[in-house]
């Protein structure tokens, strides 16, 4: 399948960052090989004096691995695009210096801030509306913000410059086919849909738990922390589809708004040493690889305690799911790598006399990436066939042929914002977590530890 963008140039600014190099061109190369970004001319610029062929070189790098992939169509396209882009070197910051270069492109453009989150918003202020052309789209990665208050602000100097469906807030985690798979499975069968409340479900877990520990990362990570990183941009999404009521289709407007109610009634209730924990990792090893002390990285500040494992318990106060807690929790260095929305449903009310053998309720898990779905059901053992059995039905959920930024610049290249986080919901994901950030920056909850390869300290067992 071809498909022609309405978007005639992406500028991608941060053309020597690691963003651009290891996820933003391998994902635009296999979308233009798989025929989805006709006619695109992709235009890098960064701060560095770089020639051409310093540009085309990581160009030519990065698109090497679709390139071998693709049919002789699609290599044509990405022959193309590496034939005609180009490199310039500018200060984003620099008054004038973005707006002339904008100036220059072909219209409509998608402008890419694959920029330290500081150096886009500078980058952005440094813009006056009339140097933005009808059109243009553009991209902001996260973090957004890095409270309620900045992201508020930073969405008001964006508002001044496009309108918000032209304004991509980014959340690679969320690819097009997890939000359609949880979606199908919620909307698309009836036996789920009137068990899908506090009537029938106990609790519901988002958990994104990584094998991999800091990998380098302190520069970002240390001022971070699993809390900043994970849950108040990515889980507090996962589980606000979980959670939204029917939409009436699956357009951006009718999702977004779906999504946006959610977490308008959601929050972390206090006190929160019960509602929250948070803990950092010691030395361990994980299959067989050394992971130092977190807190002895290069570049990381023990000093500011950032938390490498966080959980929270959310409420979503509204009809459907008040009382049930939902459990968001994400970390590094854990021994077991899990990614999954786990639904857990409450015991049946009387299990006729006689039956025996249950001992646990329910569960539908969601894994993400690949994603999968396993529901665990009781059937009648062999054998006897009084002792209840537990047996797990499985299915492997659709997956995508782009990769995760392949489906993020779709988007954005065929100006369709489903994907992105809206202005709204932006804020309202840091009105979630501010008062946890707090509270744990007034150290009111204790930073517990764990070593690196176990399952996280003792006594949380999720
Ligand atoms: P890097 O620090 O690797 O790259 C930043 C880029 O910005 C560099 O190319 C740098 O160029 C350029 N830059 C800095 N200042 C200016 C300026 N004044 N004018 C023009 N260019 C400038 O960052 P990342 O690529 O890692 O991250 C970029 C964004 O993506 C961040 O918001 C990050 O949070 C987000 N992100 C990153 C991920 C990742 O895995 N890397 C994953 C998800 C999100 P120069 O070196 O020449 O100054």
Known sequence: MTSQTTVKTLLILGASGDLTGRLLLPGLARLVARGHAEGLTLVGAGSDPWTEDQWLERVEASFAAADSEAEADGRGELKRIRETTSYHQLDVTAEGQLAGLLGQLAGPVAVYFALPPRISQLACEALAPEQVPQGTRLVMEKPFGSDQESARHLNKVLATLAPEDHIHRVDHFLGKATVLNILGLRFANTFLEPVWNREYIEKVEVIFDEDLALEGRARYYDGAGALRDMIQSHLLQIMALMAIEPPASVDERDLRDAVATVLRASSIKP??????????????????????????????????????????QVDIDNWRWQGVPFILRSGKALGDKRKEAVVTFRPVPHLPRGFTGVDAPNQLRIGFGPDTLQFDVDVNGPGNVLDLDRVTLQAELSASELLPYGEVLEGVLTGDPLLSVRADTAEDCWRIVDPVLQAWAQGNVPLEEYRAGSSGPEGWTT
Do not use: F
């Not at 040493?273 to 130092?292: F, K, L, Q, V």
């Open 271 to 312: 006190p929160y040493t019960e509602s929250t924990r948070r803990a950092r990792y010691t030395a361990g090893s994980i299959s067989g690889r050394e992971i130092p002390n977190y807190a002895k990285e290069e570049g990381v500040d023990p000093s500011r305690n950032t938390e490498t494992l966080a959980e929270v």
